[in-house]
């Protein structure tokens, strides 16, 4: 399996894909044409991206505003996510493989900036791989804080402890939720209320593992500490109790077989339909 690294969550290995520089000089390029079409937006977008020098620091921007309270100020917020980034510079590579993952995979998605701006999948899983960060360096209450804040906030519930791989496609993502032992690979795409959960009462490593190129269907639920194999696709509302052999199709309550996937990595397909449909 393809599974993240150890300490910042992310794979070293690099990816080809247009660098960070690029990324975020289109980003810039499409919000100021999108100001210039409608100025009522720009208390919005000015200090979110517009202000800002670089990606990281309007990602920490638009992540400290979302999250901001009286208990954790904006400003306060802006310093953690920044130590963050210059602590672990992969965390920046992987927000942008995410990025152009919703640009690559979802219709709807046509620019930088529809994700970074408006989608909470997106937004949400940069906000973990913060916590993530915080829990792996033994800050486990602010992690543990910044997931209930960030679960308030984008209606998704990932626990700081969970570790997951990059080009990672959250699409809608309320009610998405994912537990403390589950591991995620590169390039996996799940939709709307997935569940990565445990069983009941178990304790220890009691998550899913899934591997790379997995495509998740809305309403999935995934629960105990299962494998599915790279390249697998879970029909969507399917309850998957045991293990799902790579580049296998299940779908169901309880999820059965239901043929060979045929693509290598349906995740970036985003094919839906199941084998025979």
């Known amino acids: 399996m393809n599974s993240p690294a150890a300490d910042t969550n992310i794979a070293n290995t690099a990816i080809a894909n247009p660098d960070i520089e690029t990324v975020w000089r289109g980003l810039r390029g499409e919000v100021e ?36 309270c009286p208990t954790l100020t904006e400003p306060a917020l802006r310093a953690i ?20 993952a919703f640009c690559a995979r979802d219709p709807a998605c046509d620019r930088y900036s529809l994700p970074f ?25 602010l992690a543990r804080y910044m997931q209930s804040r960030s679960s ?49 009462k178990d304790s220890g490593d009691r998550h899913p593992k ?33 293990d799902v052999p790579a580049h296998s199709t299940v779908a169901g309550v309880p999820a059965r077989p239901v043929g060979a996937c045929l693509s290598d990595a349906p995740a970036l397909d985003m094919d839906h339909t199941l084998e025979g449909d």
Do not use: C
């Open 33 to 68: 044409a999108q100001l210039r079409a409608e100025e009522i937006l720009a208390a919005f977008m000015r200090p979110t991206v517009l202000q800002h020098r670089s990606f990281g620091e309007a990602l920490a921007a638009l992540l400290a505003q979302k999250l901001a």
């Open 81 to 100: 996510i920044g130590e963050a980034h210059a602590d672990a510079p992969a965390l920046l590579r992987a927000a942008v493989d995410d990025l152009l």
């Open 117 to 141: 701006l408006y989608y909470k999948g997106y937004q949400g899983l940069q906000m973990h791989r913060i916590g993530h960060w915080l829990w792996r360096r033994g800050r486990r209450e």
């Open 152 to 200: 308030e906030v984008f209606g998704m519930d990932i626990h700081p402890a969970a570790r997951i791989g990059r080009g990672i496609l959250i699409d809608h993502a309320t009610s998405l939720v994912i537990g403390e032992t589950a591991v995620v690979g590169d390039n996996v795409s799940m939709l709307h209320e997935v569940t990565l959960g445990g069983t009941g």
């Open 210 to 242: 899934v591997g790379g190129g997995v495509l998740i269907g809305a309403g999935a639920k995934i629960l105990g500490n299962v494998r599915i194999g790279e390249g697998a696709k879970i029909g969507a509302g399917s309850v998957v109790l045991s």
